[in-house]
């Protein structure tokens, strides 16, 4: 493998890409603590955690996102995240906001997915429920 100085970050979600770019490092937080990569990193695979992943550009913009748990995987000079959720922060000082009206937007959301499941399987067991009462032909 050649020596590089980027590589390519893709972090995707569910639903989508929450960034698809460049990168000179990146820093995320795993189980073990946090960590950083460099574009010639080994190769690796591990599980994140709900934290602050930070994405630096070759511009010298960094990139900052919350996100949620995950998988990231480096190979060769390419770096894949996929988190349940997440969002982007213009920075640091507004990003606990940020993060909790998004998962609280979120976590209405999946209340009311919930609870309309609930109904629909109470509906279900009515429903069977009613065809054991009727006598057989």
Known sequence: MKMATEMRVRVRLPGGSLFDGV?????????DGAFGILPNHTDFVTGLVPSVLLVAQPDGVEK??????????????????????????????????????????????????RSALSRLEANMVRSFAGLRKEPLP
Do not use: C, M, W, Y
């Open 23 to 31: 990168a000179t490092r990146l820093n995320a937080v795993a189980q």
């Open 64 to 113: 900052i996102f919350g996100i949620d748990e995950g998988l990231l995987i480096k190979t060769g000079h390419k770096v894949e995240i996929a988190v349940r959720r997440g969002v982007k922060s213009p920075d640091l000082e507004t990003l606990q906001r940020t993060v909790g009206e998004f998962f609280e937007t979120v976590e209405d959301d999946e209340r009311i997915a």
